[in-house]
């Protein structure tokens, strides 16, 4: 058998994580079931991960990484900050279409970290990933577009993820797409009245 380098094998276990999760949700996703998904030992996946918490996290960071990077893919200069916003937004929503499962698994997993004693810390980590990818994209809005925030940025990035996590939470539930969109559009115009321009 084929050694697995140590980092694909660990991409394995996590992207085995999140097959199991969205099948059978987060109290079923047992270490011994994810071991089964990839195909690998359990001794392999303790070997990988100190713990089920760090895993999770991996599931998170891995999901997280992937909205951030489509909301950011095509911010470039010349554009307002209002289009910048609208698109980003949307680009995000094609991978929330695309992979309902993995939106529905970030909430279970909150609700999970909050009801388990010892990983109320995984939730706030949670958000606290979240709140810096919403940063950076801020930051990438306003250096493209030449602007700077009129409020300050923890403010405005609470906004900008509350309110996204509401729609696709919404969305989740009714999967009214254009409902969905128009808010998110509504979102980015709005957020756009606090850009003021530098100079």
């Given amino acids: 058998m084929a050694r697995v380098a140590a980092h694909d094998r660990r991409q394995q276990l996590i992207e085995a994580a999140i097959r199991v999760a969205e099948r059978d949700g987060i109290a079923a996703t047992t270490t011994r079931r994810i071991a089964t998904e990839a195909g690998a030992s359990l001794a392999t996946v303790h ?6 918490q760090e895993l999770f996290e991996q599931v ?6 992937e909205l951030s990077e489509a909301a950011q893919a095509d911010i470039r200069p010349g554009r307002d900050a209002a289009t910048l916003l609208r698109e ?7 991978v929330v279409e695309k992979e309902p499962g993995k939106q529905q698994l970030t909430y279970e997993l909150t609700h999970y970290a909050l009801r388990q004693p010892g990983m109320e810390s995984f939730a706030q980590w949670q958000y606290e990933t979240s709140y810096a990818a919403c940063t950076a994209h801020l ?13 300050p940025m923890p403010v405005l990035t609470r906004m900008l993820m509350t309110v996204i996590d509401g729609v696709v939470l919404g969305w989740l539930v009714d999967r009214d797409s254009d409902s969905a969109l128009a808010a998110l559009d509504a979102l980015a115009d709005l957020l756009a009245t606090l850009a003021v321009e530098v100079g």
């Fill in 139 to 151: 930051e990438g809005v306003a250096d493209a577009a030449g602007i700077v925030w009129s409020i």
């Fill in 88 to 94: 980003g937004m949307r680009a995000l929503w094609v």
């Fill in 47 to 52: 070997y990988c991960f100190r713990s089920k």
């Fill in 60 to 65: 998170l960071t891995a999901i997280i990484t």
